[in-house]
Nanobody, 115 residues
Framework: QAQLVESGGGLVQTGGSLRLSCAVSGSIFTINAMGWYRQAPGKQREVVATIVRDGRPNYADSVKGRFTISIDYAKNTLYLQMNNLKPEDTAVYYC?????????WGQGTQVTVSS
């Protein structure tokens, strides 16, 4: 079972950028799909972006054109580049990984966008 550790969250002003990282223990090549999700206070967790191995990424409509999901296979790391951040992007961001039908979550990293 893969273990995931997120980093890169923080406080940023509206219009700013952050890059989240999700370090994967073990080989990332054996993972079938990965994704970023977020949960704002009082709201349900929602999908932000997903990527299937050797496939195209998918994005929530709210982040299309602003966020980019990518995998660095050499570093066993999943990234989420977030540009033009808005206050409504404030949330705890989680990465997940699907491997052999087992879904694993990271512990989350807080992103706060001030207006």
């Amino acid at each position: 079972q893969a273990q995931l550790v997120e980093s890169g969250g923080g406080l940023v002003q509206t219009g700013g950028s952050l890059r989240l990282s999700c370090a994967v223990s073990g080989s990332i090549f054996t993972i079938n799909a990965m994704g970023w999700y977020r949960q704002a206070p009082g709201k349900q967790r929602e999908v932000v972006a997903t990527i299937v191995r050797d496939g195209r990424p998918n994005y929530a409509d709210s982040v299309k054109g602003r966020f980019t999901i990518s995998i660095d296979y050499a570093k066993n790391t999943l990234y989420l580049q977030m540009n033009n951040l808005k206050p409504e992007d404030t949330a705890v961001y989680y990465c997940n990984a699907l491997k052999n039908s087992v879904l694993t979550w990271g512990q989350g990293t807080q992103v706060t966008v001030s207006s």
